[in-house]
Every structure is written in C-alpha cells, then in structure tokens.
C-alpha cells in the first residue's frame, strides 16, 4: 500500500466526526502522512475522541499532523465571509512503529480555539529527517516513550514535494 494518509479526517468538513477506532493496521510502503486532521477557519465542525493504534508502516511525512488552516487552491481564490472555528478535541495515538519520517508530531493548532487533549504514546520511528515535534495553540498534550533510533537529515528526499502541499 502506499497512498496519501492511512487516516484522514477533514478537509472539507462542516459537520462532525467523533468516535472512531483505527486498530492493527499495516501499511508497508508509505503514506504521504500516517494520521492527518484538517480543518480550515471557514468550516467549522467538530473532531473529536479519535483512536489509533497498533499501527505499522514505512516512510510518512508525518505520523501525526493537525493542521487548522488547510485552504488549497482556495486561500486566494475565495474570500473569507464568515469564521467557524472547528474544535478539535481528545486525539489519541498509542503503539505506533514507523521505519521513516519527515517528522514524528506537527500540531497546528487556532489560537481561537486550540487543539484539546492529545496523546501520543509508545511511538517509534526508525530515522527522521526534518524534526522531532512541533505543537503550537495546543492545550493537554501528553508526549510518552517517543523514541527514534537516528536523526537523518537526508532522509526521504523523495517524499520533499508533498512538504508544502496544502
């Protein structure tokens, strides 16, 4: 399998989505990102109590990303008329195994209504290339047993053209 995520949730979402259980999955190729919500300021919404784990797979750009400004083409093509922040609460990743990754967590949240409780546990990676961690309008963030074996900063160059799509 390689593909674009293994999980996705977002972008165009203006409902909500809660209650959702990814267990013992293996994905041996790549994923452009192993876990990716996304969400924009335009949609509002509702993610949350999402749970992934006992997961495997080779090379991602992210194992875990949460981005809250995801506009595509969008961004300039289509105004901003009204603001609906989509609220993101209780995402949670246990007993991951990667072999490859840009980077392990990026979480991105809105200072209007930051990202709430996230856990991330038992994560391993075997090399990553770009960095560990990034959170930022993040409340309730739990960190335990991320573990990778080697920083590689030329790793995975093939995987550089997916880095700025959104």
Known sequence: MAG????GIGSEISGGI????????????????LFF???NHRRGAFVE?????????GSTLRVLEIDTEVLYQWRTLIPTYEESITRIEGIYMNNITCESAKAIYDLKGDERMPIRNVAIRNIHVGSVSDFVSHAENVEGIVAENITYDEIDPNALPELDKYTNNK
Do not use: F, G
């Not at 674009?4 to 999980?7: A, D, I, P, Q």
């Not at 959702?20 to 990102?33: E, K, L, Q, T, W």
């Not at 109590?49 to 797979?57: G, L, P, Q």
């Open 4 to 7: 674009h995520t293994l999980l």
């Open 18 to 33: 809660r209650n959702v259980y990814m267990h013992d999955c293996v994905a041996p190729n790549s994923v452009h990102r």
């Open 37 to 39: 919500v996304k969400t």
């Open 49 to 57: 109590n999402i749970h992934m784990e006992n997961i495997a797979t």
